[in-house]
């Protein structure tokens, strides 16, 4: 991309970039469930959820330092961008070929011990974790009819698309209208992605323990943080230093993938093509809902104040907290009908 000179050139290699990309974060997201107990996967998953925000800080980083490159070797410094981070991605990309350990029953990942391997089985039988099984018609029926492809779906897209402020350019035009440099500019809009990092780790940490496993409570606390910030900047008129804390609260909204995806796997435990498909579903369909929605209430004409995003943003939110109730109450449902099966075949 960094010899690209025609915006054609840029839609086609972003294409590629994409196809490449589209099944890795699913993809890891069922191997971190494939592994981990119920009382770590919300962490797990969270960790692994931060790397990528720890990585779009990192780029802010590096595009601020990259602009000092700019003619250097005849190379623009967006065009020093694409390169550095080429030489950054390619052996990661190469080194998970080595490392990726697959899932416990058929791991053969060179750093494990058979008696690893082995602890690793029992653990996943122990916490009620399916193993893999062939694809039937009574098995796609089962989990065509069954309400966990649908609101969990629901949920992940509500959650992608309605993190509101956070996923916009909003401060960073704010900040250059208020005159603030380019490095400022590249730099400052990385202490929401800073809060979106230590509160992902507070939802993660508090699931697993104070609160038992309870995934609800860190979705609906997000949710809140929505409407409180998008309320205030739909508004638009409000104190500067209220305006900064939006911007920067605004990352409150964005951590709950992991446990999201740790919700799921528990949900979806006792089949594990179910467990897969779930996880693809989520991922592909938040996508496909955020090739166009932000197209109609992000409009760059409005920017940066973004009144329509922001109050649509508090509608999805609303609905969000209702699909994540709606969840949690099919849920209890759902292992209440478990355990009386399970005594009545006492």
């Given at each position: 991309?960094a010899?690209?000179s025609h915006?054609?050139q840029?839609?086609?290699?972003r294409?590629?970039?994409g196809?490449a990309?589209s099944?890795?974060y699913?993809g890891?997201?069922?191997i971190?469930?494939s592994?981990?107990?119920k009382?770590?996967?919300?962490?797990?998953?969270c960790?692994?959820?931060a790397?990528?925000?720890?990585g779009?800080?990192f780029?802010?980083?590096?595009m601020?330092?990259v602009?000092h490159?700019d003619?250097?070797?005849?190379?623009?410094?967006?065009?020093?961008?694409?390169i550095i981070n080429?030489?950054?991605?390619?052996?990661?990309a190469?080194?998970?070929?080595?490392?990726?350990?697959d899932?416990?029953e058929n791991?053969?990942?060179?750093?494990?011990?058979p008696a690893?391997?082995l602890l690793a089985?029992?653990?996943?039988q122990?916490?009620g974790?399916a193993n893999r099984a062939?694809f039937?018609k009574?098995?796609i029926?089962n989990i065509?009819?069954s309400w966990?492809?649908y609101?969990?779906t629901l949920?992940?897209?509500?959650?992608?698309?309605?993190?509101g402020?956070?996923g916009?350019?909003?401060?960073a035009i704010?900040?250059?209208?208020?005159?603030?440099?380019?490095?400022?500019i590249n730099?400052?809009?990385t202490?929401?992605t800073?809060?979106?990092i230590?509160?992902?780790f507070?939802y993660?940490w508090t699931s697993?323990?104070i609160?038992k496993?309870e995934r609800w409570?860190?979705?609906i606390?997000?949710?809140?943080?929505?409407?409180?910030?998008?309320?205030?900047l739909a508004i638009w008129?409000?104190?500067?230093?209220?305006k900064?804390?939006?911007?920067?609260?605004?990352?409150?909204?964005s951590?709950?993938?992991g446990l999201i995806?740790?919700w799921?796997?528990?949900?979806?435990?006792?089949?594990n093509?179910?467990r897969a498909?779930v996880?693809?579903?989520?991922?592909?369909m938040?996508?496909?809902?955020?090739?166009?929605?932000p197209?109609l209430?992000?409009?760059?004409v409005?920017?940066?104040?973004y009144?329509?995003?922001?109050?649509t943003s508090i509608?999805?939110?609303?609905?969000?907290?209702?699909t994540?109730m709606?969840v949690r109450h099919?849920?209890?449902?759902?292992?209440?009908?478990?355990?009386?099966?399970?005594?009545?075949?006492i």
């Amino acid at each position: 991309m960094a010899k690209c000179s025609h915006a054609q050139q840029i839609y086609v290699l972003r294409f590629f970039i994409g196809l490449a990309e589209s099944t890795f974060y699913p993809g890891m997201q069922y191997i971190i469930g494939s592994w981990y107990q119920k009382s770590e996967l919300g962490k797990r998953s969270c960790i692994f959820h931060a790397s990528s925000a720890i990585g779009s800080m990192f780029s802010a980083y590096l595009m601020a330092a990259v602009y000092h490159l700019d003619g250097v070797h005849g190379f623009k410094g967006w065009q020093w961008l694409f390169i550095i981070n080429t030489v950054i991605s390619l052996p990661i990309a190469i080194s998970g070929f080595f490392f990726l350990p697959d899932v416990p029953e058929n791991t053969r990942a060179w750093y494990f011990t058979p008696a690893d391997i082995l602890l690793a089985q029992k653990r996943m039988q122990a916490d009620g974790r399916a193993n893999r099984a062939p694809f039937t018609k009574r098995k796609i029926k089962n989990i065509i009819s069954s309400w966990h492809i649908y609101l969990l779906t629901l949920l992940y897209i509500l959650f992608l698309n309605g993190g509101g402020i956070s996923g916009q350019p909003a401060f960073a035009i704010w900040l250059k209208q208020q005159g603030y440099s380019i490095p400022q500019i590249n730099a400052y809009p990385t202490l929401t992605t800073g809060v979106q990092i230590v509160t992902t780790f507070i939802y993660a940490w508090t699931s697993d323990s104070i609160l038992k496993g309870e995934r609800w409570p860190p979705i609906i606390f997000s949710g809140i943080m929505i409407l409180i910030v998008n309320t205030s900047l739909a508004i638009w008129n409000i104190p500067v230093a209220w305006k900064w804390a939006c911007f920067i609260l605004a990352g409150c909204s964005s951590g709950i993938s992991g446990l999201i995806y740790a919700w799921m796997h528990e949900i979806c435990s006792r089949d594990n093509e179910e467990r897969a498909l779930v996880a693809a579903s989520m991922n592909e369909m938040g996508h496909v809902f955020q090739t166009w929605l932000p197209l109609l209430i992000w409009q760059q004409v409005e920017a940066p104040e973004y009144r329509k995003g922001c109050l649509t943003s508090i509608g999805i939110a609303i609905a969000m907290m209702g699909t994540a109730m709606t969840v949690r109450h099919l849920q209890r449902i759902e292992t209440a009908s478990r355990r009386v099966r399970l005594f009545a075949s006492i």
